[in-house]
T-cell receptor, first 108, second 115 residues
Framework: GQSLEQPSEVTAVEGAIVQINCTYQTSGFYGLSWYQQHDGGAPTFLSYNGLDGLEETGRFSSFLSRSDSYGYLLLQELQMKDSASYFCAVNQDDKIIFGKGTRLHILP | DTGVSQDPRHKITKRGQNVTFRCDPISEHNRLYWYRQTLGQGPEFLTYFQNEAQLEKSRLLSDRFSAERPKGSFSTLEIQRTEQGDSAMYLC???FGGGYTGELFFGEGSRLTVL
């Protein structure tokens, strides 16, 4: 089996930095992905960590520690359009399993 | 072909009826996934294919659910004898190769409402 834990909601201010944490328990772990989903839209891929360390893509960075079964998504210079749900997902033997998601609220 | 397409986008049916959803993945993608999502939850894994082979089906999925990908291209998801608890968004996603990048390309989904 597998389980993923992430906060259900996070609130931050426009222009600030926010970190969304994810802990997981799974067998056959290959890596951790992050997805963004706006209300009424489909999930879209943000980043993937197959190895320990930090991956940076523009304003978004993602981190993985395999030994701690832990990862996070870091969003910098928050914009109102970043208001969305964010999902961590484990790549388990090529099967992608999603967490329940973190709703990010951004205040002006 | 610019993305994953799903049909129909919306389906309203009465309890006990059968429904079928179709997914056309990105043409060069050999992996195809089906997920179910309800409001406020993450996508729940249902099943996935590599080419025409169904690799795994969720143990949470009842026998009323079946999926096929007969020629390794499009896929169908059928729900027999629908129940109100089946009301959800059914998402299809595809990827190229073994999925080692963790990147799935999702369609816009098929929303099912069971009355």
């Amino acid at each position: 089996g597998q389980s993923l834990e992430q906060p259900s909601e996070v609130t931050a201010v426009e222009g600030a930095i926010v970190q969304i944490n994810c802990t997981y328990q799974t067998s056959g772990f290959y890596g951790l992905s992050w997805y963004q989903q706006h209300d009424g839209g489909a999930p879209t891929f943000l980043s993937y960590n197959g190895l320990d360390g930090l991956e940076e893509t523009g304003r978004f960075s993602s981190f993985l520690s395999r030994s701690d079964s832990y990862g996070y998504l870091l969003l910098q210079e928050l914009q109102m359009k970043d208001s969305a749900s964010y999902f961590c997902a484990v790549n388990q033997d090529d099967k992608i399993i999603f967490g329940k998601g973190t709703r990010l609220h951004i205040l002006p | 072909d610019t993305g994953v397409s799903q049909d129909p986008r919306h389906k309203i049916t009465k309890r006990g009826q059968n429904v079928t959803f179709r997914c056309d993945p990105i043409s060069e993608h050999n992996r195809l996934y089906w997920y179910r999502q309800t409001l406020g939850q993450g996508p729940e894994f249902l099943t996935y294919f590599q080419n025409e082979a169904q690799l795994e089906k969720s143990r949470l999925l009842s026998d009323r659910f079946s999926a096929e990908r007969p020629k390794g291209s499009f896929s169908t998801l059928e729900i027999q004898r629908t129940e109100q608890g089946d009301s959800a968004m059914y998402l299809c996603a595809s990827s190229f190769g073994g999925g080692y990048t963790g990147e799935l390309f999702f369609g816009e989904g098929s929303r099912l409402t069971v009355l």
